[in-house]
C-alpha cells in the first residue's frame, strides 16, 4: 500500500531492488491523489500505522499543492533538461537492448521486452494466464524509437535576460520577477469610448480592447458580441468598427447582465432572473438557437468564465454564490461555498484550474474540486472610510510551477494590486482559513429549496407553451450531492454546538502575501494623477513580459519590463505634478530640466539631486541620482 514518499522511494532505490517503480504523471499535476479527502477507512499496515493520507517529505511543508510544484520545478530544474537525452537513451533509445543495455546495467526479464512473448503460443492455459498477470503486474519496455544517441538539450544559463530564484531552475525573466523595477507607461497604448470591458492579445500579438457589455467572439476572429440594450437584443460587428453587422432579437423580458463565449459557437448569456441561457450561435453569424437553461441561481448573475482547458463554465450571482458547470453536457460540477456578499469578480486559472473570487474587499482563491485555499482582506491597513471593491482579476500562468506566480487584481480605487499564494512556517499567530460550516450548510439547504421553488413554478407556468424554448431544453440543477467529508463537519458542529472559523494550529499554512502595487495615472490616493479611474480588466501578456491595465474611463496601460536598472518607478510623481523642485522650490524652465529621485519619486532641480547611491531594497547594485535627504538614509543603511 502506497503510504509515504519516503518509505517508496527507499523501497525501489535502495533496501528492494526488485521493486521496480515509476512516477506517473499525477505526480506532477494532481496533488489530490495525496490526500483521502473522503476519509475513508483504508485500515492499518502490519506495523500498526494507520493509512490515511500520504506522508510527504519535509521539503513539501505537509502541502501535497506544494509538493507538485516543487516535483513540476525539478522537472523543469537546468540539471534534469540537462541530462533528459540520458533517460530518453535507456528508455526509448538505443541503450534500451543490446550491448549498450549491458554496459548501462538497464536489463529487464525478458518477458518485458516487446516481441519477446507470444501469448496465443501458450497452450498450457495455467502458464499462460501467468505470464499475462506476471506482465500486467510488473509492465512492459515501450518500442525502441531510437537507434543513435538523442542530441542533448541547450541549457541557456548563461544569458543576462535569464532569471534564477532557487539555484538551478533557470528561466526566463518575466514581468511578476521584477514588480518593483516595472517600467510605468507615460501614455496609454489604446483608449475606447467607455469603460475597458474587455482585453484580448491576438494571434499578431496586437492588444485589442473592447469596452464593457461587449466580448470577443474568438482570438482569431475580428468580430465582437454585444449585450445590454433596451430592446434586449444581441448585436455582433466588427472590432475595428463600432457599426453592427447583425442584430439578433430574443425577445427576452430579461435583463442580460453578463456573457461568455464556449467556443465560437457557443454563447451564455447570465439574466437578471439568475438563469444561465445556453446558444448555439450560427458560424455565419445570422442567428441564435437557444440550447438549454441553466438555473441554480436566484438571483441576478454577475460573473460568467469559460476555460476551455479544464472544459468548465463558472458563474457567479448577487446571492452569494458561485457554481461549476461542465462545459459539455452542461451539468453542475459543484457550489462552492456561500461568500459574505455578492460576488463582484472572477477568473480562472488556466493552468492549474485556480479559481479566484472576489466578494468586496475579499480575495478569495479555490482549487477546482472547491477547496477553500487561501483568502485575503485586501483593504487591510486601509481606510474603511472610502473602501474599494474588486473590480477584475487575472492569474499569471506561463510556468504554473513558478512559485513567484502572481494573482492581480484591480479595485474601484484605482489601485492594481499583485499578491503571491505561498506555504509560510506558521509561528502560532496563523490559521488556515475555514468558512464558517454553518455558513456552508445554509448555502446547501438554500440552493435546494430555491431550486425545488423554481421547479414547481416552472410545472405550474406551463413552460412547454413558451413559444420562447419551444426548440430548446431546459436543464434543471440536480440537488446537490452531499460529501462524507461535509458531513462530518456538519456533524461535529452540531454536536459541539458552536462555529469554528479555523482548524488547529497548524505547522505550516498557505496565505496570500502582498508583493507590489500599482497607482500611476489611475489610483485615487495620488494627488499627481490628473485623471485617476477605477481598473476594470487586467491582461497579463502571452510570453510575461508585459501587464496590461484596462481603466474605468476606457484606457489600456502597459506596464513593461526594463533593463534599465535605476530607471523609472511606481512611485515616482509625474512630471505635470510640480513645476517646482521639492527641496529648495526653483522653478523649473526649458534650460533648468527635472530630475526624479530614484528612491522617494520626488521631482527636484540638478543641484539638489547631483548625489549618487545604490538602492539595496530596489536590488539596484550601480550608483543612481538620489536627493540629498536619500543619500544620507541610504548612506546610513549600506554602512550597517
Not at 461549476?324 to 461555498?337: A, K, N
Amino acid at each position: 500500500m502506497f503510504h509515504s514518499i519516503e518509505d517508496a522511494w527507499m523501497s525501489a532505490s535502495k533496501r528492494n531492488m526488485a521493486d521496480v517503480k515509476e512516477l506517473i504523471p499525477e505526480f506532477f499535476f494532481l496533488p489530490e491523489m495525496f490526500m483521502n479527502k473522503n476519509r475513508f477507512d483504508l485500515g492499518r499496515k502490519q506495523n500498526g500505522i494507520s493509512l490515511d493520507d500520504i506522508v510527504l517529505p519535509a521539503w513539501a511543508k505537509d502541502d501535497p499543492r506544494e509538493f507538485v510544484r516543487i516535483h513540476r520545478m525539478a522537472l523543469e530544474s537546468d540539471y534534469v533538461s540537462s541530462h533528459l537525452h540520458e533517460w530518453i537513451d535507456l528508455i526509448f533509445g538505443y541503450k534500451q537492448s543490446g550491448e549498450e543495455a549491458i554496459s548501462s546495467h538497464n536489463l529487464f526479464h525478458h518477458l518485458f521486452y516487446e516481441g519477446n512473448v507470444n501469448f496465443d503460443s501458450i497452450d498450457d492455459s495455467l502458464t499462460r494466464n501467468a505470464t499475462i498477470a506476471f506482465v500486467n503486474n510488473f509492465g512492459q519496455i515501450p518500442s525502441q524509437l531510437f537507434k543513435k544517441p538523442h542530441p542533448q538539450k541547450k541549457v541557456n544559463n548563461g544569458s543576462d535576460l535569464s532569471f534564477s530564484r532557487i539555484p538551478g531552475v533557470t528561466t526566463n525573466r518575466l514581468f511578476y520577477h521584477a514588480l518593483h523595477s516595472l517600467k510605468p507607461p507615460t501614455i496609454h497604448i489604446k483608449e475606447v469610448g467607455s469603460a475597458i470591458g474587455a482585453l484580448q492579445e491576438n494571434e499578431k500579438g496586437i492588444i485589442q480592447a473592447l469596452p464593457q457589455n461587449r466580448l470577443f467572439v474568438s482570438t482569431y476572429s475580428n468580430k465582437y458580441l454585444a449585450w445590454s440594450f433596451p430592446d434586449r437584443s444581441i448585436r455582433i460587428g466588427n472590432i475595428d468598427s463600432e457599426k453592427s453587422t447583425c442584430i439578433l432579437e430574443l425577445n427576452d423580458t430579461n435583463e442580460f447582465t453578463c456573457a461568455a463565449m464556449g467556443d465560437e459557437r457557443c454563447l451564455f448569456l447570465g439574466s437578471s432572473d439568475g438563469c444561465i441561457s445556453v446558444w448555439n450561435l450560427d458560424r455565419k453569424y445570422h442567428r441564435l438557437t437557444r440550447r438549454n437553461t441553466l438555473d441554480a441561481h436566484y438571483d441576478a448573475i454577475t460573473c460568467l468564465v469559460v476555460s476551455s482547458s479544464h472544459n468548465m463554465l463558472v458563474s457567479s450571482s448577487r446571492d452569494c454564490t458561485a457554481i461549476l458547470w461542465h462545459l459539455s453536457d452542461l451539468s453542475l460540477i459543484r457550489q462552492l461555498p456561500r461568500h459574505s456578499s455578492s460576488i463582484s469578480a472572477l477568473a480562472i486559472n488556466n493552468s492549474t484550474g485556480d479559481i479566484a473570487t472576489a466578494c468586496g474587499m475579499e480575495l478569495l482563491v479555490w482549487s477546482i474540486n472547491g477547496d477553500l485555499l487561501s483568502s485575503i482582506h485586501t483593504n487591510e491597513g486601509g481606510s474603511f472610510d472610502s473602501p474599494h471593491i474588486i473590480l477584475s482579476i487575472a492569474f499569471s500562468t506561463l510556468n504554473d510551477w513558478d512559485a513567484d506566480n502572481v494573482i492581480i487584481t484591480g479595485g474601484s480605487d484605482g489601485v492594481v494590486s499583485i499578491y503571491s499564494s505561498v506555504v509560510v512556517e506558521n509561528d502560532g499567530s496563523l490559521h488556515k482559513a475555514k468558512l464558517d460550516s454553518k455558513r456552508e450548510k445554509d448555502s446547501v439547504s438554500t440552493i435546494n429549496s430555491r431550486l425545488e421553488r423554481q421547479r414547481r413554478r416552472l410545472k405550474v407556468g406551463g413552460l412547454s407553451t413558451d413559444t420562447r424554448t419551444t426548440s430548446s431544453s431546459v436543464s434543471h440543477s440536480p440537488d446537490l450531492p452531499s460529501s462524507p467529508l461535509l458531513e462530518k463537519r456538519r456533524k461535529e458542529g452540531e454536536s459541539e454546538g458552536v462555529t469554528n472559523n479555523y482548524d488547529k494550529c497548524e505547522e505550516f499554512v498557505r496565505i496570500l502575501v502582498h508583493r507590489a502595487s500599482l497607482t500611476t495615472h489611475t489610483a485615487f490616493n495620488r494627488s499627481d494623477n490628473p485623471l485617476p479611474a477605477p481598473i476594470t480588466a487586467i491582461l497579463p501578456s502571452k510570453d510575461h513580459k508585459s501587464l496590461y491595465i484596462g481603466d474605468g474611463v476606457g484606457r489600456v496601460w502597459q506596464w513593461m519590463m526594463t533593463d534599465d536598472i535605476g530607471g523609472r518607478i511606481d512611485h515616482w510623481i509625474q512630471d505635470i505634478a510640480r513645476q517646482s523642485c521639492t527641496q529648495c522650490q526653483h522653478n523649473f524652465s526649458i534650460a533648468d530640466r527635472k530630475h526624479h529621485c530614484r528612491n522617494c519619486g520626488q521631482i527636484f532641480c540638478a543641484k539638489c539631486s547631483r548625489f549618487e547611491s545604490h538602492i539595496t531594497h530596489m536590488k539596484i547594485s550601480r550608483p543612481v541620482r538620489v536627493c540629498q535627504a536619500c543619500f544620507v538614509r541610504l548612506k546610513a543603511q549600506n554602512s550597517k
